[in-house]
């Protein structure tokens, strides 16, 4: 038998769901879909502006299918962790203070200098 991929792509158990952040970035998504397609767990779907969001988090495995197949870099699927027990759940610019699901600190998936703006949400 092959070993097992761990990477980014290799299905976790279903026991595992829900144990990672997909992290959608608004301004970089043109709202192709390809994401939206490619989740198996029907974790993304277009809003109203045609832009990817998360609306099951429970539901995402981390295969990365949907990073994978993002022409835009888009999305970042990370393990669910946190910064001094703070997770990022909404949006926040990178230092910003403050509110409910915001965090004094950058997001912790450590891509605070990509875009100024990112929809996360906790799986």
């Known amino acids: 038998m092959p070993p097992q991929s761990t990477g980014a792509g290799a ?10 952040f997909v992290c959608v970035y608004p301004d970089w998504c043109k709202g192709c879909g ?8 029907k974790v ?3 809003n109203a ?4 969001e998360v609306v099951r988090p429970e539901e995402c495995i981390n295969c990365g299918f ?3 197949h993002c022409p835009d870099f888009a999305i ?8 001094n027990g703070v997770h990022c759940r909404t949006s926040c610019e990178p230092g910003e203070t403050g ?9 912790e998936l450590g891509e605070s200098d990509l875009t100024p703006q990112k929809t996360v949400a906790e799986g």
């Not at 390809?34 to 767990?41: E, K, T």
């Not at 502006?49 to 990817?52: D, R, S, V």
């Not at 970042?76 to 910064?83: C, K, L, T």
């Not at 509110?99 to 997001?107: F, I, M, R, Y």
């Open 11 to 20: 299905a976790m158990p279903k026991k595992n769901k829900g144990q990672t």
């Open 34 to 41: 390809l994401c939206v397609a490619f989740c198996p767990g």
């Open 44 to 46: 993304l779907q277009l």
């Open 49 to 52: 502006l045609g832009k990817a």
């Open 66 to 68: 949907c990073e994978l």
């Open 76 to 83: 970042a699927v990370r393990p669910n962790v946190s910064r």
């Open 99 to 107: 509110g409910a699901g915001k965090t004094s600190e950058p997001c």
